[in-house]
Antibody
Framework: EVQLVESGGGLVQPGGSLRLSCTIS????????MNWVRQAPGKGLEWISY????????YYADSVKGRFSISRDNAKNSLYLQMNSLKDEDTAVYYC??????????????WGQGTLVTVS | DILMTQSPSSLSASVGDRVTITCRASQSISNYLNWYQQKPGKAPKLLIYAASTLQSGVPSRFSGSGSGTDFTLTITSLQSEDFATYYC?????????FGLGTKVEI
């Protein structure tokens, strides 16, 4: 069974830092691109970062560029999100998501249960 | 960035109804369009990818269509478990933007 389990969320003051982790089981992380998606309370989904299977390609949404850093350790089957200079508007549930690939169109296949980050 | 516009933002329907949700991309995205369902307090779930391919395990009452800039998610014969919020997402650009969502209410 595929499982993605996020951890590291919590309450942090504006300007502070937090590191989220996502532990993956049930598939080989080294074969998949990974993403972080967040959802502010009562709001929609916002993609924030992508990392390729080899870590060679990384993308960020403008809203977090320069403040957040995505990384992965395939040997530990883990994905990370280092969040610095946190703002009130970063308050959200953060989801770890695997990238499925049909040979052309890509999609967000497996989702974790999310971890809540509150900046206040 | 590619902007995804969903409509309506919410709708009311009854069990057994046929429901249609539309999604428009700000530029052509071929068939690089996905649909997700999210229930309160839960993570989103992939329903359809590549505009019309049903994810394994998703009931056949869900279907997707479209290409280019205009896409549709259709639920034939709405069931009680289908009351949720639905999101479209483009994957043509690596900045994977979502629509704002459509809440399907009783």
């Amino acid at each position: 069974e595929v499982q993605l389990v996020e951890s590291g969320g919590g309450l942090v003051q504006p300007g502070g830092s937090l590191r989220l982790s996502c532990t993956i089981s049930g598939f080989s992380l080294s074969s998949y691109g990974m993403n972080w998606v967040r959802q502010a309370p009562g709001k929609g989904l916002e993609w924030i970062s992508y990392i390729s299977s080899s870590s060679r390609t990384i993308y960020y949404a403008d809203s977090v560029k320069g403040r957040f850093s995505i990384s992965r350790d395939n040997a530990k089957n883990s994905l990370y999100l280092q969040m610095n200079s946190l703002k009130d508007e970063d308050t959200a549930v953060y989801y770890c998501v695997s990238l499925g690939d049909s040979g052309g169109p890509k999609y967000f296949q497996h989702w974790g249960q999310g971890t809540l980050v509150t900046v206040s | 960035d590619i902007l995804m516009t969903q409509s309506p933002s919410s709708l009311s329907a009854s069990v057994g109804d046929r429901v249609t949700i539309t999604c428009r991309a700000s530029q052509s995205i071929s068939n690089y369009l996905n649909w997700y369902q999210q229930k309160p307090g839960k993570a989103p779930k992939l329903l359809i990818y590549a505009a019309s391919t049903l994810q394994s395990g998703v009931p056949s009452r869900f279907s997707g269509s479209g290409s280019g800039t205009d896409f549709t998610l259709t639920i034939t014969s709405l069931q009680s478990e289908d009351f949720a919020t639905y999101y479209c997402q483009q994957s043509n650009s690596p900045l994977f933007t979502f629509g704002l969502g459509t809440k399907v209410e009783i």
